[in-house]
């Protein structure tokens, strides 16, 4: 990859995977990902397709929609094989119009954000139950194992990426996740479980050659934890009014330092301003400017920096996307340009 590669987080607009796959074809080639369409429904968010995934080799860990999402079900129903359909759309409009890419980027839900939104038969959420956590995460391993294989398979040749979507990580640390009543929260978990959880998913990718990110746009990640469970890439959102919070950011600077891959959110697509240049010479001075503090030159860095959106898209427009994956790739140039200057 060049320097200062660009690539999205995953969630795209709309329900036709061959037209969002063509957009990320056309714009981020050097490295593209695999879409998730979450506008079609339940199975195609990011919880519901991942368990369905487990549910092919578990079925026992299967689950079906109720007014408060997800719960574990006998066997699999309708929803899981409408997943998994999608899922196999998504991947054939991947083979198709990535033939030829060195590297892919999937994405899965990881095991802490599955314990924290799924429920037992009983209405509490797998994440009150260790050893319903334990075994989330061991189908996850097996599954992330069995989908990179499938990827392997239909694009000869290129490496793979998983990235391990972690919304609720900092949540589930923290005791913040709430209970079925709502009333309280469960106990906080221990961080060596956390990390000892995380480390089999990344096991299972690095046995096949795969590349484990993780990702997680709420506040505060647990980055040393992170890179202790075996992730080489980190994908977090830094914007130009976080910058300010060095307590924060010192752990991502320090991970950089130490040779991890970052995934840096620069660019917000929902607030994209009429200019997508001025968006991106915006973003670009901010990641100079955080790179300065860090004590990095712009050069020493690019081979491990990759430009992302904050979070998904899907909630934008398919103009949205293409406008903020050129801004992206825009940023990429300015970054490469050795006359630039941080505002």
Partial sequence: MIGYTATGIGSLPGVNAGEATRIVAGELSDLPHVVELPARGPGSDMIGRTMAMLAELAPDLSVETTPMGWRFCDTPGSVMRRARSWLAEDLDAAEQHYAGTSVIKAQVCGPWTLAAGVEMRNGERAIRDHGACREIAAALADAVGAHIRDIQRRIPGARVIVQVDEPSLPAALAGGISTASGIATYRRIDPQIAQGHLATVVESMTQLDGVGWLHCCASHPPIEMLVR????????????????????????????DQGATLGWGVLDGREMTAGPGDDASRAASSVLRQLARWGFTPESVADRIVLTPSCGLAGSTPHVVRAAYRALREVGRLLRDEGLEPA
């Fill in 229 to 256: 469970a075996g992730f080489t890439g980190l994908a977090v959102a830094l914007r130009p009014e976080d910058v300010a919070s060095e307590v924060e950011q010192e752990p991502v600077g320090q991970a950089l």
